[in-house]
């Protein structure tokens, strides 16, 4: 079996049957909007429809998983999967730590109560140059937020259908 790298992607998928929601928490805005321009622009290389992509804000990372739920559960909207973007950045006290681990486990229970895929789309970063990096944002970087747009196209081709 040959062995995939890191976000390795197995095939081409095609997402034009595809609806896909984008959860996106308001800190660290500048680095927030690269990322989810990001999954967009991966989302739409994959055919998903613009009118598809389903875009909506929150204020801050630790909104993220019951945003995901509602989103998930919203039979009007009929969403495949959804993308939880946010950046959290370490300051100077314990904050950061229990807002990454809290956020981290509420949105995989998210993922397990709705049966839908919920792709972990949060940065969890020491430094600013650390998510800027991680958001394209430096020259010649990789953005993340494609790597999460593939992963929202494949997984409910893979295992929600
Ligand atoms: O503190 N730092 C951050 C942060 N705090 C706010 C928190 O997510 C929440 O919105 C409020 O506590 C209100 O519930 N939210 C982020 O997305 N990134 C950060 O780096």
């Not at 995939?4 to 500048?30: C, F, M, P, T």
């Not at 994959?46 to 598809?52: C, P």
Request: with cysteine; hydrophobic share 45%; glycine share 8%.
């Amino acid at each position: 079996m040959a062995v995939q790298g890191l976000g390795a992607i197995d095939q081409q998928y095609d997402g034009s049957a595809l609806k896909i929601g984008i959860v996106h928490a308001r800190w660290n805005k500048e680095i927030i909007d690269a990322l989810v321009a990001g999954a967009i622009k991966k989302l739409k290389a994959l055919n998903v429809k613009e009118e598809n992509i389903i875009v909506q804000s929150v204020p801050g990372s630790f909104e993220l998983p019951f945003a995901s739920r509602s989103v998930l559960k919203d039979e009007n909207l009929k969403l495949d999967a959804v993308i939880p973007i946010g950046v959290l950045i370490k300051g100077s006290t314990m904050h950061f730590e229990y807002i990454c681990d809290s956020v981290t486990h509420a949105l995989m229970r998210v993922q397990e109560e709705t049966h839908k895929p919920v792709i972990f789309g949060v940065l969890t970063c020491l430094t600013e140059e650390q998510a800027r990096k991680r958001a394209g944002l430096d020259p010649g970087m990789h953005n993340h937020g494609e790597d999460w747009g593939a992963a929202a196209v494949e997984m409910p081709l893979k295992y929600s259908r």
